[in-house]
């Protein structure tokens, strides 16, 4: 069963958008910081990797706002993070192939059977995707490879070494899984169900899935992990623990859609970025045990 909540798409009620600026707040300046230092670095010790870095983010950004899959907002905190996913993973095996998947995947499903979204009402935005709901997507991604302790100075993390770059695709890969199941569960899924009763209730109800929506979920979160495995240094136990992890923040995303969310608890934007933190923290701990 899959995800079949608008929550990509929208904010969620007025009186929380101070939620989404939390995301944002919580995020980016990190990711910020960290590019700008690590540029700094590298820039001095005479490595290419800061040019390709600018060169790739800035191709993205342009590529995005073409495609009017974001806002120019959106955009920017695509370069940023597509800046910092490269600074982590440097040259051409890096963690930008699954991010790319992660961008054709949810770019295609996203505009796949438009019609009938925009006649239930739950069509993105013409304008493509703003900056707090790429933060909510992908922030944590980038935040799980950055290491916190050694850069910043702050407490212990489960982010280190092997752990951050598993958690680091696991949340790609739920990222991927929660669009893919949304956006194709409300269109092939047939009538689906509210996770915690059962209940049928319209398409585009909050913490409601499909069957088809999560199959398409799952093997969003399969495509992103797998080639997360070919293209970077994770062994077969490494990548089905990062696709594990997507499929379970996956999971979280419909409770945390059905729960707190339809009570007007919290908006689409948290509980994306949420749901993404829980995909990371599963993987990083699963790792120290497996």
């Known amino acids: 069963m899959a995800v079949l909540s608008t929550e990509t798409d929208r904010k969620g009620p007025q009186n929380l958008r101070w939620q989404s600026q ?68 440097p040259g051409l095996r890096t963690a930008l192939w699954p991010l790319l998947a992660l961008i054709l995947l949810t770019f295609a499903a996203t505009r796949f059977g438009r019609k009938r979204k925009e006649a239930l009402g739950t069509a993105e935005g013409k304008h493509g995707r703003t900056a707090s709901q ?29 752990a951050a770059l598993v958690a680091m695709i696991a949340a790609m890969a739920e990222a991927t899984a929660d669009t893919l199941s949304s956006e194709l569960g409300q269109v092939l899924g047939g009538t689906p169900r509210l996770i915690t009763t059962l209940r049928c209730v319209p398409a585009g109800t909050d913490g409601a899935v499909s069957l088809v929506g999560t199959v398409a979920g799952c093997a969003g979160a399969g495509a992103v992990a797998a080639l997360a495995g070919w293209v970077l240094p994770l062994s077969r136990g490494e990548g089905f623990i990062a696709f594990g992890a997507g499929v379970g923040g996956l999971l979280i995303d419909s409770l945390l859609g059905a729960i707190p969310e339809r009570r007007g608890w919290l908006n689409n934007d948290a509980v994306n970025a949420l749901s993404t933190l829980a995909a990371a923290v599963l993987a990083a701990y699963a790792c120290r045990w497996f």
């Open 22 to 89: 939390t995301v944002l707040l919580a995020l980016i300046p990190v990711i910020a910081i960290w590019v700008t230092l690590a540029a700094g670095q590298l820039w001095q010790a005479g490595r290419g990797w800061v040019l390709e870095a600018a060169a790739i983010s800035g191709g993205f950004a342009l590529l995005v706002i073409m495609l009017r899959a974001a806002t120019a907002g959106g955009a920017l905190t695509g370069a940023l993070i597509t800046a910092a996913l490269y600074l982590e993973t």
């Open 134 to 162: 790429v933060a909510a997507n992908l922030g944590v991604a980038a935040l799980a490879g950055i290491p916190l302790r050694e850069a910043l100075g702050f407490g212990p993390t489960v982010f280190v070494g092997q």
